[in-house]
């Protein structure tokens, strides 16, 4: 006999079946070794047609119910899985929207540059009719 318990993750319906299916397999068990062991006269109750017929039903519904289980925390995991998915196109949507906001927030904040032209060599700012640059003396 085998304990087929197992406990999925996410789906309580897949664990709830998957707990009846177990009690089906422990059923169906218990009737072949009671069969076998005679507990409480079961030969005398049934017959062996009967007892396999019994403890191969309910280990059929054991299997049948675990493999629904399987079936219905799969379909869960997806349904989660696409949830997940969908969130975080969402939250990466507004993670492209936020940086674009800031950026038209920036270039509109940013003071107007002052009239003049940029030395080559360093970058500094001088004025339009400066002949040198005043911070490395480059000619401009
Ligand atoms: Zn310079």
Redesign the pocket.
Known sequence: MFIVFKRYTHSFLATCISVVSTLFYVLGGFIAIGYILDLEGLRRDMSLVEAILAAAVFILIGFGAMKLAERVALRKQKKLAVRAGASRQAAGGQAASRPAQSHQAASTQRPAPISGDF?P??G?RHEPGDAF?A??G?KL
């Open positions: 030395c060599k360093c500094l640059c911070r490395c480059a």
